[in-house]
């Protein structure tokens, strides 16, 4: 097709969409009192043309699948999605404007918030799913672990605790050597899941000193962990520049395709459902299109429902979309091998796991204050954050960057439009955007969300109270 018919066909599209909005909006107006206020409550887009920016990874699926679906143009938005090269230059072309938003790290709204790096205000109105992640080892290491590992059945019983890789740290010390491990960002889930496996089995992952001009976080380390983009990981590990890493899938599952990794634990086990992947945007883009923002929101939440409908049924479909090379482009077997219930360890070690990729289930949508806050309790505990601050900071914090009325503002026009049923919403519905107590993390250590300063002292390495290096 021609780019003009090409065009013409989209204009005539879009003509046709709007229509059909108005009607049904008309429709729902005039045949019940109860849908006039929600119905004319949430305007038109006041902005339909967007480009979102993604990097290539399982987790960036409902983006995806609002686009297959229709869900974007069933709000009236035309939207492009482009992956990038890494997670700094998505971050820069978002807060540039060449990006309306984008698939997130998590902790990447909160430190440019927070001036870590660039100063600018970054929003989340929507999470985009729980785990998703996993440490991976290679060959070389995994042998040297495995003396050290319990057995079960004739197999390595998991989760593996880091504890079975500090006498291999050990040995490299010994012989004067650095023992080099990766993740995709100092910001990132992965870096303080990669951070907190290792501690929880006594290796401290070192230290960060922005204060001193300092950013490698590596003072005081037994393990030094540097910057790999994911799709990359897999190589730099089988070239020997590192020895594992953290990353999320599908490149995990792609060592243990190529038969040069082994993946020894998943996030789900360091922490049960942690928050991973946000959506983020500029706050003045909220603001100057606040219509826009909901109607995005509504699209990605129709998105994350359909990935987790009927016990994951959607999911080989959802698989085959992302195997293509504009998503992720890895081979469907590998996408397959997490996304659809399961996990291999070692090769032909497939384990059930139901709930390694969450995009709806257990509120995985809702933007929870206690989870960015959770971030940074990470980010003070490594020395992200060089000064202590009070626990009303930490809150204060959370609120200018997690979004939840925006959230709920779009679950209300879903409710009203008939899409979703209230009751599939009640927790999000009387929550304070506090998860409260949770205690499944790996090392039995509880986090209160209210007290970031006390969960950060319970912590046995780590800066604690007034410390600073």
């Given at each position: 097709?021609?780019?003009?018919?090409?065009?013409?066909?989209?204009?005539?599209?879009?003509?046709?969409?709007?229509?059909?909005?108005?009607?049904?909006?008309?429709?729902?107006?005039?045949?019940?009192?109860?849908?006039?206020?929600?119905?004319?409550?949430?305007?038109?887009?006041?902005?339909?043309?967007l480009?979102?920016?993604?990097?290539?990874?399982?987790?960036?699926?409902?983006?995806?699948?609002?686009?297959?679906?229709?869900?974007?143009?069933?709000?009236?938005?035309?939207?492009?999605?482009?992956?990038?090269?890494?997670?700094?230059?998505?971050?820069?072309?978002?807060?540039?404007?060449?990006?309306?938003?984008?698939?997130?790290?998590?902790?990447?709204?909160?430190?440019?918030?927070?001036?870590?790096?660039?100063?600018?205000?970054?929003?989340?109105?929507?999470?985009?799913?729980?785990?998703?992640?996993?440490?991976?080892?290679?060959?070389?290491?995994?042998?040297?672990m495995?003396?050290?590992?319990?057995?079960?059945?004739?197999?390595?019983?998991?989760?593996?605790?880091?504890?079975?890789?500090?006498?291999?740290v050990?040995?490299?010390?010994?012989?004067?050597?650095?023992?080099?491990?990766?993740?995709?960002?100092?910001?990132?889930?992965?870096?303080?899941?990669?951070?907190?496996?290792?501690?929880?089995?006594?290796?401290?992952?070192?230290?960060?000193?922005?204060?001193?001009?300092?950013?490698?976080?590596?003072?005081n380390?037994?393990?030094?962990?540097?910057?790999t983009?994911?799709p990359?990981?897999?190589?730099?590990?089988?070239?020997?520049?590192?020895?594992?890493?953290?990353?999320?899938?599908?490149?995990?599952?792609?060592?243990?395709?190529?038969?040069?990794?082994?993946?020894?634990?998943?996030?789900?086990?360091?922490?049960?459902?942690?928050?991973?992947?946000?959506?983020?945007?500029?706050?003045?883009?909220?603001?100057?299109?606040?219509?826009?923002?909901?109607?995005?929101?509504?699209?990605?939440?129709?998105?994350?429902?359909?990935?987790?409908?009927?016990?994951?049924k959607?999911?080989?479909?959802?698989?085959?979309i992302?195997?293509?090379?504009?998503?992720?482009?890895?081979?469907?077997?590998?996408?397959?091998?997490?996304?659809?219930?399961?996990?291999?360890?070692?090769?032909?070690?497939?384990?059930?796991?139901?709930?390694?990729?969450?995009?709806?289930?257990?509120?995985?949508?809702?933007?929870?204050?206690?989870?960015?806050?959770?971030?940074?309790?990470?980010?003070?505990?490594?020395?992200?954050?060089?000064e202590?601050?009070?626990?009303?900071?930490?809150?204060?914090?959370?609120?200018?960057?997690?979004?939840?009325?925006?959230?709920?503002?779009?679950?209300?026009?879903?409710i009203?439009?008939?899409?979703?049923?209230?009751?599939?919403?009640?927790?999000?519905?009387?929550?304070?955007?506090?998860?409260?107590?949770?205690?499944?993390?790996?090392?039995?250590?509880?986090?209160?969300?209210?007290?970031?300063?006390?969960?950060?002292?319970?912590?046995?390495i780590?800066?604690?109270?007034?410390?600073k290096?």
């Amino acid at each position: 097709m021609s780019l003009s018919k090409n065009l013409e066909s989209t204009n005539t599209r879009r003509h046709f969409l709007k229509k059909t909005a108005l009607a049904v909006t008309t429709v729902l107006a005039m045949s019940s009192g109860a849908f006039v206020s929600s119905a004319y409550a949430l305007g038109a887009a006041e902005k339909e043309d967007l480009k979102f920016g993604f990097i290539k990874l399982t987790d960036m699926a409902p983006l995806a699948i609002a686009y297959e679906k229709g869900y974007f143009e069933d709000e009236g938005l035309y939207v492009q999605l482009e992956a990038q090269a890494n997670w700094k230059v998505l971050l820069d072309r978002v807060i540039d404007g060449q990006l309306d938003g984008a698939h997130m790290l998590a902790g990447q709204p909160i430190a440019a918030t927070m001036g870590y790096g660039t100063k600018a205000n970054i929003i989340t109105p929507i999470s985009m799913d729980l785990n998703g992640n996993a440490i991976t080892v290679s060959n070389k290491t995994w042998e040297a672990m495995k003396p050290h590992v319990a057995m079960e059945d004739g197999k390595p019983k998991h989760p593996i605790s880091a504890s079975a890789l500090k006498p291999v740290v050990e040995s490299y010390k010994d012989a004067g050597k650095p023992f080099k491990m990766g993740m995709v960002f100092p910001v990132s889930t992965h870096n303080y899941e990669l951070r907190y496996w290792l501690a929880a089995g006594g290796l401290n992952p070192g230290f960060y000193a922005p204060h001193k001009g300092d950013t490698s976080g590596t003072l005081n380390a037994d393990v030094q962990l540097s910057v790999t983009p994911p799709p990359q990981m897999p190589a730099t590990m089988e070239a020997g520049t590192i020895e594992g890493y953290c990353v999320g899938e599908p490149w995990n599952q792609q060592a243990v395709f190529k038969g040069i990794g082994v993946p020894v634990i998943s996030d789900n086990s360091i922490q049960k459902n942690n928050p991973e992947k946000v959506f983020g945007l500029r706050e003045d883009f909220y603001e100057q299109y606040p219509n826009t923002t909901i109607r995005v929101v509504k699209a990605m939440i129709r998105a994350a429902h359909w990935l987790d409908a009927e016990n994951n049924k959607n999911r080989p479909a959802a698989v085959k979309i992302l195997s293509q090379p504009n998503y992720v482009g890895a081979d469907y077997k590998v996408i397959a091998n997490s996304m659809t219930g399961t996990f291999e360890y070692e090769k032909g070690d497939k384990r059930s796991e139901p709930d390694f990729n969450v995009f709806f289930r257990y509120n995985a949508t809702y933007p929870y204050y206690s989870d960015a806050i959770w971030y940074m309790t990470q980010m003070r505990r490594w020395g992200q954050i060089s000064e202590a601050q009070t626990d009303s900071w930490y809150k204060d914090m959370a609120k200018k960057v997690y979004r939840p009325d925006i959230y709920k503002q779009a679950v209300d026009e879903l409710i009203a439009d008939g899409t979703f049923k209230a009751s599939e919403f009640a927790e999000v519905a009387k929550t304070d955007g506090f998860r409260g107590v949770q205690d499944d993390f790996m090392d039995g250590i509880p986090y209160d969300g209210s007290k970031p300063n006390a969960y950060i002292d319970s912590m046995v390495i780590g800066i604690k109270g007034d410390k600073k290096l």
